[in-house]
């Protein structure tokens, strides 16, 4: 295994450290674009995201030390975090009239946790999928790729060979091929950003 694994595969407990600001860094790099997906999903659709992805961030920053892997899966506990700082954030709002308008806080008002954490679990995945993906093209190229996305799309073996006139034994192997090492991909990006 590389260096690289062994960092990313302990970057939580390195981002607890306050101090070890790589660490952090290479946190932001991982989980910013999730948030903002989050976000966006939760009906923020304001001009100020940026503000509000510093303040989660800032958040998190601050109350990762106390995190327990034992009460909580990482995802649901940022994803409470993601929550209650957005909620807090709109309940400050000075200009109600725009609270009102954008939704945010009768959302998150109005929608159970049940519900907000199910939202939170498939950006997760889609997110880790997207990420999966991205390192699926770095490894693969050309047909191989565009095999597997058909694939992800529905279409059948069959209509995959004729698109891209390749034979179905072909379209098998090739698909086959990828879908392993997406799978593995997947499975170590939950050990990395999951704990």
């Known amino acids: 295994m590389s260096n690289d694994w062994v960092t990313r595969q302990t970057l939580l407990q390195r981002a607890k450290n306050q101090d070890d600001q790589q660490a952090w860094e290479e946190f932001i790099s991982y989980y ?3 948030i903002k997906a ?3 999903k939760l009906k923020f659709a304001g001009t100020d995201t940026e503000d509000l992805t510093q303040l989660i961030l800032l958040n998190l920053w601050k109350t990762l030390a106390n995190y327990d892997k034992e009460k909580a899966s990482f ?3 940022m994803g409470t975090v993601i929550r209650n700082t957005t909620f807090n954030y709109y309940r400050k709002q000075s200009n109600i009239a725009k609270r009102e308008q954008e939704g945010v806080a009768a959302f998150l008002e109005q929608t159970p946790e049940s519900e907000l954490d199910d939202l939170i679990e498939r950006e997760w995945k889609t997110y880790i999928s997207e990420l999966a993906l991205k390192k699926m093209k770095e490894l693969f ?7 597997f996305e058909l ?3 529905g279409m059948s073996s069959e209509e995959i060979g004729v698109k891209l006139d390749l034979k179905k034994d072909s379209v098998y192997v090739l698909k086959n091929r990828v879908k392993k090492k997406f799978m593995e991909e997947v499975r170590a990006l939950v050990t ?3 704990y």
């Open 192 to 194: 990395e950003l999951e």
């Open 32 to 34: 910013k674009s999730f």
């Open 141 to 147: 190229s050309g047909k191989a790729i565009e095999v």
């Open 38 to 40: 989050l976000i966006y």
């Open 75 to 77: 995802r649901n506990w």
């Open 151 to 153: 694939s992800l799309q």
